[in-house]
């Protein structure tokens, strides 16, 4: 399967969705798109230059969330090729075959939901936003949470998904998937407790930021929280409670 773009979706439910939409484009720097679908629910939060690798859903069940879309060339095909290496549809077509409006709802082994969606030819990746103080940040990666049951299979079956190696990091909690420089979101997968063995993967966004306390201090200002300080990333709660990181990492690279 060929990844050509990939975008982090963000699923607020009916009575979060202005003020949250408003917190995130204010953190990524971006003006919002009309919104589309047909109740209106979708919208992008739309880069200064680039194509957007951000969107936004407003939904009428269950707390929200983020999820991934992959955008592919050959959807029936990706489909059946997430379904051999253990995923499952959530979504699908009544009927023949698998498609409906272009995309495909799934969910991982561990329950983490993505979707296959049609490659529009998005291709131009974002530069990061520069903030006052000369220092500079951008929404550069999903971290999905793993269950310590389910980590091994998991990681394995994105792996393979996306057909890009494992890197390990600093901490042994925490695997990269090697970030592919024509994509604007980078994978990580992150192992969590050992007690439940019934608990679903879920994901945070994390961002890249040269100077993390000046970031932090930018959202406190527009009412985010600090959760917890690591030496290379601060975990936040924004404004209804949904947690994220802003991390010391290279936000033209990555790295």
């Given at each position: 399967m060929?990844?050509?773009?990939?975008?982090a979706f963000l699923d607020f439910p009916t009575d979060q969705f202005g003020a949250e939409v408003t917190f995130w484009r204010a953190i990524a720097?971006?003006?919002?798109?009309?919104?589309?679908?047909?109740?209106r629910e979708f919208a992008s939060l739309e880069p200064f230059n680039g194509d957007p690798h951000l969107r936004v859903q407003r939904i009428d069940h269950g707390p929200g969330g983020i999820h991934l879309d992959l955008h592919?060339?050959?959807?029936?095909a990706?489909?059946?090729?997430a379904i051999r290496l253990g995923a499952s549809i959530i979504r699908a077509q009544q009927g023949d075959g698998y498609v409906t409006d272009g995309y495909v709802t799934m969910a991982s082994p561990a329950g983490f939901v993505f979707c296959l969606v049609d490659w529009q030819?998005?291709?131009?990746?974002s530069r990061p936003i520069r903030w006052p103080g000369d220092t500079i940040s951008i929404i550069d990666q999903v971290c999905i949470d793993v269950p310590y049951y389910a980590f091994e299979p998991e990681t394995d079956f994105w792996e393979r998904l996306t057909g890009r190696p494992t890197t390990a990091t600093s901490r042994p909690e925490l695997i990269r998937l090697a970030r592919d420089p024509a994509l604007p979101i980078g994978i990580i997968l992150q192992r969590r407790g050992r007690e439940d063995t019934?608990?679903?993967a879920s994901g945070h966004l994390d961002l890249a930021a040269t100077a993390v306390e000046d970031e932090v201090a930018r959202h406190a200002d527009w009412g985010a929280e600090v959760v917890e300080r690591f030496e290379n990333w601060t975990v936040m709660r924004d404004p209804v409670g949904r947690r994220?990181?802003?991390t010391s990492r290279n936000p033209r690279?990555?790295?």
């Open positions: 060929r990844i050509r773009w990939l975008t720097g971006s003006t919002v798109s009309p919104p589309r679908g047909e109740r592919v060339e050959d959807l029936g990706a489909t059946d090729e030819g998005e291709s131009e990746r019934t608990e679903k994220y990181c802003i690279t990555g790295d």
